[in-house]
Protein backbone atom coordinates (compact mmCIF):
# COMPACT_ATOMS: atom_id res chain seq x y z
CA UNK A 1 0.00 0.00 0.00
CA UNK A 2 1.72 3.26 -0.69
CA UNK A 3 0.13 6.80 0.11
CA UNK A 4 0.76 9.83 -1.75
CA UNK A 5 0.21 13.78 -0.85
CA UNK A 6 0.81 16.65 -3.10
CA UNK A 7 1.79 19.82 -2.67
CA UNK A 8 3.23 23.13 -4.01
CA UNK A 9 0.68 24.02 -6.21
CA UNK A 10 -0.72 27.39 -6.09
CA UNK A 11 -1.83 30.69 -8.20
CA UNK A 12 0.81 31.82 -10.35
CA UNK A 13 0.96 34.19 -13.18
CA UNK A 14 2.35 33.22 -16.75
CA UNK A 15 6.25 32.86 -16.87
CA UNK A 16 6.30 32.13 -13.50
CA UNK A 17 7.69 28.94 -11.64
CA UNK A 18 6.84 26.48 -9.16
CA UNK A 19 7.73 23.16 -7.95
CA UNK A 20 5.22 20.28 -7.11
CA UNK A 21 6.23 17.64 -4.32
CA UNK A 22 4.88 14.56 -3.90
CA UNK A 23 5.22 13.28 -0.50
CA UNK A 24 5.22 8.84 -0.45
CA UNK A 25 4.42 6.32 2.56
CA UNK A 26 6.19 2.73 2.63
CA UNK A 27 8.82 0.98 2.31
CA UNK A 28 9.28 0.49 -1.50
CA UNK A 29 9.12 3.69 -2.97
CA UNK A 30 11.58 2.88 -5.00
CA UNK A 31 10.51 0.04 -6.69
CA UNK A 32 7.56 2.54 -7.98
CA UNK A 33 7.30 4.05 -11.89
CA UNK A 34 6.11 7.66 -10.74
CA UNK A 35 3.88 9.66 -12.67
CA UNK A 36 2.41 13.38 -12.55
CA UNK A 37 -1.19 13.97 -14.60
CA UNK A 38 -3.30 16.73 -15.02
CA UNK A 39 -7.10 17.07 -14.89
CA UNK A 40 -8.20 20.98 -16.07
CA UNK A 41 -12.15 21.80 -15.31
CA UNK A 42 -14.47 20.10 -18.46
CA UNK A 43 -11.52 18.17 -19.16
CA UNK A 44 -10.28 14.80 -19.17
CA UNK A 45 -7.26 13.57 -16.85
CA UNK A 46 -4.01 14.14 -18.90
CA UNK A 47 -0.92 12.78 -18.44
CA UNK A 48 1.91 15.18 -17.65
CA UNK A 49 5.17 13.49 -16.47
CA UNK A 50 6.56 10.29 -15.56
CA UNK A 51 9.73 8.45 -13.96
CA UNK A 52 10.89 5.25 -14.01
CA UNK A 53 12.07 3.22 -10.94
CA UNK A 54 15.10 4.00 -11.05
CA UNK A 55 15.09 7.18 -12.42
CA UNK A 56 16.80 5.57 -15.06
CA UNK A 57 14.55 7.05 -17.79
CA UNK A 58 11.96 10.22 -18.14
CA UNK A 59 9.09 10.81 -19.91
CA UNK A 60 7.08 14.33 -20.89
CA UNK A 61 3.92 15.32 -22.69
CA UNK A 62 5.43 16.93 -25.78
CA UNK A 63 3.41 20.42 -24.78
CA UNK A 64 5.32 20.28 -21.34
CA UNK A 65 9.00 19.44 -22.90
CA UNK A 66 11.77 21.87 -22.08
CA UNK A 67 9.64 23.63 -19.23
CA UNK A 68 8.53 20.78 -16.99
CA UNK A 69 11.21 18.47 -15.25
CA UNK A 70 10.47 15.28 -12.90
CA UNK A 71 12.85 14.41 -10.41
CA UNK A 72 12.92 12.09 -7.60
CA UNK A 73 14.61 11.17 -4.13
CA UNK A 74 13.90 7.63 -2.95
CA UNK A 75 16.33 8.12 0.12
CA UNK A 76 12.91 11.03 0.84
CA UNK A 77 10.18 8.98 -0.95
CA UNK A 78 9.28 12.04 -2.59
CA UNK A 79 8.66 13.00 -6.50
CA UNK A 80 8.81 16.19 -7.72
CA UNK A 81 7.49 18.43 -10.60
CA UNK A 82 9.85 21.52 -11.67
CA UNK A 83 7.51 23.84 -14.03
CA UNK A 84 8.76 27.11 -15.15
CA UNK A 85 7.18 29.32 -18.10
CA UNK A 86 3.81 28.60 -16.91
CA UNK A 87 1.34 29.31 -19.11
CA UNK A 88 -2.65 29.64 -18.41
CA UNK A 89 -3.27 26.19 -20.22
CA UNK A 90 -1.65 24.21 -17.57
CA UNK A 91 -4.13 25.50 -15.40
CA UNK A 92 -5.30 22.03 -13.52
CA UNK A 93 -5.55 19.61 -10.67
CA UNK A 94 -2.59 17.94 -10.48
CA UNK A 95 -2.18 14.42 -9.55
CA UNK A 96 0.86 11.80 -8.15
CA UNK A 97 0.45 8.63 -9.18
CA UNK A 98 2.59 5.11 -8.29
CA UNK A 99 2.26 2.36 -10.59
CA UNK A 100 4.76 -1.34 -9.90
CA UNK A 101 5.33 -2.88 -13.33
CA UNK A 102 4.63 -0.28 -15.69
CA UNK A 103 5.62 -1.05 -18.56
CA UNK A 104 7.28 1.39 -21.05
CA UNK A 105 4.36 1.09 -23.72
CA UNK A 106 1.78 2.40 -20.32
CA UNK A 107 3.65 4.80 -18.74
CA UNK A 108 1.15 7.65 -20.34
CA UNK A 109 -1.87 5.65 -19.12
CA UNK A 110 -3.46 6.83 -16.23
CA UNK A 111 -4.91 2.97 -15.55
CA UNK A 112 -1.39 1.99 -15.18
CA UNK A 113 -1.13 3.09 -12.13
CA UNK A 114 -2.11 1.56 -9.12
CA UNK A 115 -1.74 4.76 -6.54
CA UNK A 116 -3.31 8.40 -6.48
CA UNK A 117 -2.70 11.09 -4.42
CA UNK A 118 -5.99 13.64 -3.61
CA UNK A 119 -4.35 16.41 -6.46
CA UNK A 120 -3.01 20.33 -5.88
CA UNK A 121 -4.44 22.72 -7.77
CA UNK A 122 -2.36 25.06 -9.75
CA UNK A 123 -4.15 28.23 -11.56
CA UNK A 124 -2.31 30.03 -13.82
CA UNK A 125 -3.14 33.62 -14.91
CA UNK A 126 -2.11 35.33 -17.85
Known amino acids: QVQLVESGGGLVQAGDSLRLSCAAS????????MGWFRQAPGKEREFVAAISAGSESTYYKDSVKGRFTISRDDAENTVYLQMHSLKPEDTAVYYC???????????????????WGQGTQVTVSS
Open 26 to 33: GRTFSLYA
Open 97 to 115: AAGRYVRVQSIGASNAYQY
